[in-house]
């Protein structure tokens, strides 16, 4: 089984073209609102993931508190302390502003919808991934601003952490509390029309990619990183991607996990939410040109984990198969 190249993947290669060609309409002076529609966006994506998300997953998922510390720890610990132990290195603004896009990607939140479909294919331990990839969402609202604050404060002077958070619970935390509060009114609708609704998330990502590249480009923010310097960043993502991957395996073996939670914990641990990453940015870095640069490393990260986790989950797919033969 070969794996295939994400359609969503190849949809943003194309989002990003168009933005280097047509940048006009994602500027600041573009006849289109793009900002409005894209925080409406947003907001509605989160009433739509707590319509979709169950308490009763979640009271049940607790229980297994090793595998969830691992999978939480692995996102909101390790990756930054990885990312940061390379700052004393960083010598020119260029490579800081790739840095930055670096401990952004770092300190996100997993993703959800491909860790629990892989964890799946992989014969994981699915309710355990839903628990994880649903709470490390809600967990990254306030750890993420928090992970970036240290070295966004240095870097602008007009970065106010309150306002950030005021925008996050009122673009992001509210809807979701909505959404659960109206789940058994409006849940099922949600569950009918899943793809549908996966469409419409992708379609807001989309947008906000387009934006956040056809103001860098507008901008010619990009001048300073040459093809050299790409394949120097997609490097760095394999390296870290490959480094988190095997320090979680080595500590899930140690914790006596069996194959089932072992699974679940890499492919959960080792995911950086896209969705979360182009939210956040539209709120972090609402003032800084350079945001197609800081979103560069996480769309590059993105591809590698869907591309290197769906190999691994059909091979343990396969194994899983001629076990049970």
């Known amino acids: 089984m070969k794996p ?73 610990v390790l990756f930054p302390l990885i990312v940061i132990a390379i700052y004393p290195f960083i010598s020119s603004e260029s490579n800081l502003t790739i840095w930055l896009g670096f401990m952004f990607l770092a300190a996100l939140p997993s993703t959800v919808s491909s860790s629990v479909v892989m964890v799946s294919i992989a014969k994981g331990n699915i309710p355990a991934a839903i628990f994880n990839a649903s709470i490390s969402g809600l967990i990254g609202i306030v750890i993420t601003p928090l992970w970036m604050s240290l070295f966004l404060k240095q870097a602008s002077n007009d970065f106010d952490l309150g306002s950030i958070y005021l925008k996050l619970i009122t673009e992001i935390l509210l809807p979701v509390i909505l959404g659960i509060a109206l789940q058994r009114y409006f849940g099922d609708f949600a569950r009918k029309h899943l793809r549908l609704l996966t469409l419409f998330d992708k379609s807001i990502i989309l947008l906000i990619i387009y934006k956040s590249f056809a103001q860098s480009f507008e901008e010619n923010v990009f001048n300073s990183v040459n093809m050299v310097d790409l394949l120097l960043i997609l490097t760095a993502v394999i390296i870290l991607f490959s480094v988190v ?81």
């Open 245 to 325: 991957y095997f320090i979680i395996g080595k500590f899930a073996t140690k914790l006596g996990f069996d194959l089932e939670d072992r699974i679940t914990a890499q492919f959960c641990g080792t995911k950086k939410s896209l969705v979360h990453g182009t939210v956040f940015s539209k709120i972090l870095f609402k003032n800084t040109a350079s945001v197609g640069v800081i979103l560069l490393p996480l769309m590059l990260f993105h591809f590698i984990q869907i591309f290197i986790i769906s190999i691994i989950a059909s091979k343990l797919e396969r194994q899983a198969v001629i076990s049970e033969v």
């Open 4 to 76: 295939k190249i994400d359609k969503f993947v190849l949809a943003i290669i194309c989002i990003v073209i168009l933005a280097y060609f047509f940048p006009f309409w994602g500027s600041q002076n573009s006849p289109v609102p793009l900002n409005l529609i894209g925080s409406i966006g947003v907001s509605l994506i989160f009433f739509f993931y707590g319509l979709k998300l169950s308490p009763e997953k979640i009271k049940s998922g607790l229980k297994n508190w090793k595998l969830h510390l691992l999978v939480q720890a692995s996102s909101f």
